[in-house]
């Protein structure tokens, strides 16, 4: 049976959805990603709206929101150094 996939999260940047896909792929977690870039308003609405948004099974919704905590705390001590 199929699960129905809801909207997790959003995220921010090309980065950070590469690094989250890379990460939930290793741990085999059934996922989408949907870009908010369209090429008729050359990507306005990432502007407004951030680079997309991830989608999963609700059962991964509360494990996804933690590792894309963890990648935006690493991503920030990062910047602080």
Do not use: C
Request: aromatic content about 8%; cysteine-free.
């Amino acid at each position: 049976m199929a699960e129905d996939f809801i909207k997790v999260a959003t995220i921010d940047n090309e980065i950070e959805a590469l690094l989250l896909d890379s990460i939930l792929n290793e741990r085999e977690i059934p996922h989408e990603m949907r870009s908010y870039h369209d090429t008729a308003y050359n990507g306005l609405f990432q502007t407004q709206k951030g680079w997309g948004h991830i989608s999963a099974p609700l059962r991964y919704a509360a494990e996804i929101k933690e590792i894309l905590s963890d990648i935006r705390a690493k991503a920030w001590e990062d910047k602080t150094v």
